[in-house]
């Protein structure tokens, strides 16, 4: 089984700063099959970065992912009050599909 | 735009069966893609629990889901989720999504939440 890290668990930023995340998976993934998700309480997740770097449909270019091997990142550039939630990594390439613990983004 | 919708019981008693339905509209679930089942404890995080395809193809997650069997109804274009034996470990949201073409869940439902408990 692929264990997906990631870290900080939480981060505290004001709006209009930049957020960095990172997600660390136990075994190479090929940059295909890493996927980024969006939590707001109460709500489904929903997907924000497909390929380690595509962004899904609708998804603000504020939005970015990188990364390759074992390490990728997620970067919001600017962030704004709607994105003060919790971020998933997961990986589907290799059964079974595992989710990172996730990161809680709040308003400092 | 494709829609899924979760129903079942949201209480359910220890060492019962689980059932969940998640029924698809705006796409016909026998003309591809693979349907899953994902589930979230309350304040944790996310599991993947099993996935199957319209011709009954299926692959599961093997831990904790030996209790699992996921099945699906193309003239209902609607797919269910088993799971037995339940304890209060088994308390969680459950999502059902769709499995996009490069392999993440592109559609979710709103999510259900079921607990256990006499």
């Known amino acids: 089984e692929i264990v997906l890290t990631q870290s900080p668990g939480t981060l505290s930023l004001s709006p209009g700063e930049r957020a960095t995340l990172s997600c660390r998976a136990s075994?190479?993934?090929?940059?295909?099959?890493l996927a980024w998700y969006q939590q707001k309480p109460g709500q489904a997740p929903r997907l924000l970065i497909y390929?380690?770097?595509s962004r899904a449909t609708g998804i603000p270019d504020r939005f970015s992912g990188s990364g390759y091997g074992t390490d990728f990142t997620l970067t919001i550039s600017r962030l704004e009050p709607e994105d003060f939630a919790v971020y998933y990594c997961?990986?589907?390439?290799?059964?079974?599909?595992?989710f990172g613990p996730g990161t809680k983004v709040h308003i400092k | 735009q494709v829609r899924l919708q979760e129903s079942g019981p949201g209480l359910v008693e220890p060492s019962e069966t689980l059932s969940l339905t998640c029924t698809v509209s705006?796409?016909?679930?026998?003309?591809?893609?693979?349907w899953a089942w994902i589930r979230q404890p309350p304040g944790m995080g996310l599991e993947w629990i099993g996935s199957?395809?319209?011709?009954?193809?299926?692959n599961y997650n093997p831990s904790p889901m030996s209790r699992v069997t996921l099945s699906v109804d193309t003239s209902k274009n609607r797919f269910s989720l088993q799971l037995t034996s339940v304890t209060a470990a088994d308390t969680a949201v459950y999502y059902c999504?769709?499995?996009?073409?490069?392999?993440?869940?592109?559609?979710w439902g709103q999510g259900i939440l079921v607990t256990v408990s006499s």
């Open positions: 999504a769709r499995i996009g073409d490069s392999g993440p869940f592109d559609y």
């Open positions: 705006g796409y016909s679930i026998s003309s591809g893609y693979y």
């Open positions: 199957l395809y319209h011709s009954g193809i299926t």
């Open positions: 075994q190479t993934i090929s940059s295909s099959n």
């Open positions: 390929g380690a770097s």
């Open positions: 997961q990986q589907h390439g290799s059964s079974p599909l595992t």
